[in-house]
């Protein structure tokens, strides 16, 4: 990964401009800080000729549902392997974006994964239930880029 900050916003704002990222950001509230539990691999694929959007290779209807325990907190490493941006976005949860921050880790529903980065955010297993999982471009979600997560 050769962004030393593949969380960094590119907003495309003029040069000298200060433009925030997610390590400027820390929560209000702390969150019960606990290490993560396990790390799940997340690899973004697609093809732009096929216009075919996965997740780990094979699309929402071919895939098994990413069964986290109640009480867990799981490591969501993202691996882009597209030339596309894709802001992930979780129900249920949050996303705890691994920017140094601790128990005031910026809490995001949606954290973007930009072409060819490598981003780790915790997610608390805090909610029982069904919940979804998907890339908050609709025609990404629609062609695959979509899971389900049930904590149990």
Request: with cysteine; glycine share 8%; aromatic share 10%.
């Amino acid at each position: 990964n050769m962004d030393p900050d593949p969380l960094t916003n590119d907003t495309g704002a003029p040069p000298g401009t200060r433009v925030l990222s997610y390590r400027d950001l820390k929560a209000i509230d702390p969150y019960p800080y606990k290490r993560y539990d396990r790390i799940i691999e997340i690899r973004l694929t697609g093809n732009m000729q096929r216009y075919f959007w996965p997740i780990n290779g094979r699309k929402f209807s071919e895939a098994q549902p990413i069964v986290l325990r109640y009480g867990e907190r799981v490591r969501f490493r993202f691996i882009n392997e597209t030339m596309m941006n894709h802001p992930m976005h979780i129900h249920g949860t949050w996303f705890l974006p691994d920017v140094g921050n601790g128990a005031r880790s910026p809490k995001k529903h949606t954290v973007n994964i930009k072409p060819g980065a490598t981003v780790d955010v915790d997610v608390p297993a805090d909610a029982e239930g069904p919940w979804a999982f998907h890339c908050h471009q609709l025609y990404h979600m629609e062609t695959g880029m979509m899971r389900k997560i049930e904590v149990v």
